[in-house]
């Protein structure tokens, strides 16, 4: 099971310029960050369907974890963007996507977005960042399905700094989540793409008061939350299983209870040897033993 830390950001874009990675990763463990999660997009609306796999592998993140060894905790993280629900079919067949930590839906239809809260496996539902796509709102009905299933919503804040359109989009959305009562599915992530974006858990718990959040359930909601995030994502990668406990400091007083009561019958056994021994010494005197009357 991983062991992990707050505060958290799950959501840092992986880049293949390792340098500029490790100059975001540097500033999120300045301001305050122990676990963080790359992030690698995958758009299933553009994949090649006769592939045996369609999900690429995790990229290598050896370097980064050494790196970082006494400083974060480092995670794999896939966002699909989809847009059909044929998509169940090809994560129950992957192999290559079991080797994530965690998984996120990014649907561009709503269509897609009650196929995702309803249906669709994974650890979170997120959205597409860009001024092509279209912003749509969540149902309170779609939205208690996935709060049953512990299925939780996005929330970006390196988007709403790059563009100003973004930022009201992401507001608007914000707020449409924050609405239905329920925070603690909602999970505040970053997606900065350079060191200029990051910001500190305390002015994310600051920023959490635009969307409706109070201090309290912004801090948790890059701490507590993300934690459990991360715990039912190993459940639902490892699948069920049985522990047994049992209680050493019992058990050793039954032992002992044990070794008094057999201990007690040595005695007695001792006991009657010595009576047995009496009588024998009495015949050796010259008296005769005892009788005994039997019934």
Known sequence: MEITKGFYDLNVPYQTNENELIAILNELYD??????????????TKCNRKASDIFPAPSDLTSLREKFQNKLKILSRLSIVFSQNVILHDMN?????????????????????????????????GMVHNDATKVFLISHK??????RRGIYFEIQYAPAIRNSNQRKDL????????????????VI???ALNPFQVRSPYDVANLGLIFGLSEEQSKSAISNVCRT??????????GKTVIFAKNTQESSGDEEENDSESGEEEEEEESNSDDSMDDLGSMDEGHPPKKQKFS
Do not use: W
Not at 105 to 120: D, F, K, N
Not at 142 to 147: D, F, I
């Open 93 to 125: 067949t992957s192999s290559n996507i079991k080797k994530y930590n965690l998984i996120c839906g990014i649907p561009v239809t709503e269509a897609a977005m009650q196929y995702a809260c309803s249906t669709l496996p994974g650890d979170i539902i």
């Open 142 to 147: 779609h939205y208690l399905m996935a709060a």
């Open 31 to 44: 301001v305050g960050y122990r676990t963080i999660a790359i992030d690698e997009t995958f758009d299933h």
């Open 171 to 186: 507001i608007v959305v914000a707020q449409n989540i924050v609405s239905h009562r329920k925070a603690k599915t909602i």
């Open 229 to 238: 995030i991360v715990l039912k994502a190993e459940g639902r990668r490892y």
């Open 189 to 191: 992530t970053g997606g």
